[in-house]
């Protein structure tokens, strides 16, 4: 019997310590494997809710747009808005030409004529895609002498540095509403791809023209102000709410702009379009004065239309 079993019994043992090693390694290696995972378990208890939050939290919470509008409206809005950014600029140029505007640095005057260019040109470019939604561009008006010195209290084409600060105002409005439209626009879906794409378009410039704004307030004038809307921007900044809570957007942070919804905006505006809350203030001069010499601060001024409107875009 001994005879017999005696070559069996090596290969016998041999596979059956088979599964045990196996078993063994198994083990060890979930042993590896669940230290190895336990502190990114433990992590994802906390980031789990979190991503939950950020994920599942209705939208229109963490983006409120107020009234909601059809991309034929939305397209209104920002042609009434254009019309009076152009016009705000065209008042500009004129006070740069023989107005109070007309000590302002050069720099500072190829923005105005730079920037104006382009708000006629989305007033053109707008009321070309007005028709095509069922709208009237003609029909989308401003007053014939908007009620500017609603903005600052006073009249901002008596001095660079007001039409300065009252033109930052304008240009980061104007950001923050295209902003505020984003979520009406993708709402209305192939209706709005179209309108989309051009407030998107227009929203860069217009955020460039911000940013150019600010930076020759802080260059020409030395004003406490960045190129950029600042981290806990206050109203002494920006006229709207750039600060929101309640939203997983961290819009008090420097790496997120806040946005304006169109009540807002208008109840902003509406002061402006208002005329008559129109005081009598010494009025831009829109229509060249004879010969009336003005001092001429440093540095000197020269004709509009110079051509050096490109160096001016290259600064920002």
Known sequence: MKTHLTPIIPRATHRLLLPYHFLAVLFAQSGRFVSQVR?????????????????????????????VLTPRQVTEYA?????????????????????????????AKDAIVSYGQDEADHVEQLSAVLPSLGGDPNAVTIPANPNYTAIL???????????????????????????????????????????LAAALAIHSVEARHAAGVRFLRQSLLGEDVNPWISTNASSTEVIYNENRGGSPIPFSSDAFDG????????????????????????QPTTVPQPTTPRPSPSPQPTPSGSGSSAPVRALW
Request: charged share 15%.
């Open 79 to 107: 042609l009434t808005l254009e019309k009076l950014e152009a016009d705000f600029y065209r008042r500009g140029v004129a006070a740069a030409q023989n107005g109070g505007l007309a000590g302002a640095p050069q720099v």
């Open 259 to 282: 946005y304006a919804t169109a009540d807002e905006v208008l109840a902003l505006v509406s002061p402006i379009l208002n005329v008559a809350q129109q005081p009598t203030v010494p």
């Open 39 to 67: 502190p990114l378990a433990k992590a994802m208890v906390f980031i789990l809710p979190l991503l939950l939050v950020v994920c599942f939290i209705p939208t229109s919470a963490a983006y409120a747009q107020g009234t």
């Open 153 to 195: 209290g006073r009249d901002p084409f008596a001095n660079p540095a007001d039409f300065l600060l009252a033109g930052q105002y304008v240009e980061d409005l104007g950001v923050a509403a295209y902003k505020g439209q984003v979520q009406n626009l993708l709402a209305a879906g192939e209706a709005g791809k179209t309108v």
